[in-house]
């Protein structure tokens, strides 16, 4: 769920007859809509933005997540499982503060597709990272 901020009048993504008027603060749980409210200028988020995510070193049972964080953040950490339920958390190292950072999973099960996002958290606005996947070795 991301908290956005309405620069311009927009009409909800999933009830046609809602509509968000210039300077409304949400929470929006579809990211698809919030990613595409910011495409057209009409939101802008309130947390951090997530950029340039990777995933490196995947082995059997262990894989890196990476990303970039624009401000400073007082949460990080990538949730992930077999499904888009997720279901598994890992802190991100650090742990707060900007610019590159790392989560490291391990206990992996090999040969299995993980999904994951990223989730960070400024003050009270948390902003949630698309769903990724990869499967180990």
Known sequence: MSRVVFLADAQDSATSTTYYGKDHQADIADENFVRALIASGKAALMGAAIRQVNVSGITATAATISFTVDQACTGMKADYGTSTAYGS?????????AGAIVVSLSGLTTGTTYHYRISVTVGTYTTLSPDFTFRTS
């Open 89 to 97: 958390s890992q802190a991100a190292t650090p742990a707060s503060g």
